[in-house]
């Protein structure tokens, strides 16, 4: 589904804690949060300039009897492709988009397949 794009909103941490620290010091009872705005990853004119002007594939998978870690792993690396766009004659790489599958990434221990059985480890479903 093609929709508009438009700038998203995040907190600036960083900000915000020096914020809440400087109003501290100074004996302030109250202290901002500081918001930053985030551009779209791809906008529609990027879109319109690769000539894409419909929903090109979709696909739809279901989990009925996976732990809960294993679609965790699942959420935690299909959040990795928001905004990704392949344009004409590009290349996908999934290990490329996902990197790091590990544990520091969000990432639980599950099944995974390893050589001609199944064990557990990080990243089990992906």
Known sequence: VL???FPGRTLDVDATIAAIRSAVAGGAD??????KT?????DMNRIAEMGIRE?????RTYFAGSSASR???IEV???QFEGVVIPPNGIFSFNQIVRDVSSANGFEDSLIIWG?????????GV
Not at 38 to 42: G, R, Y
């Open 77 to 79: 690396a299909a959040k």
């Open 71 to 73: 679609i965790r792993n």
């Open 55 to 59: 929903l090109v594939a979709s696909g």
């Open 116 to 124: 001609d059985r199944t064990a557990v480890g990080v990243g089990g």
């Open 30 to 35: 109250e202290a901002s949060l500081v918001i």
């Open 3 to 5: 929709s508009p794009s």
């Open 38 to 42: 985030i551009e779209p990853a791809v």
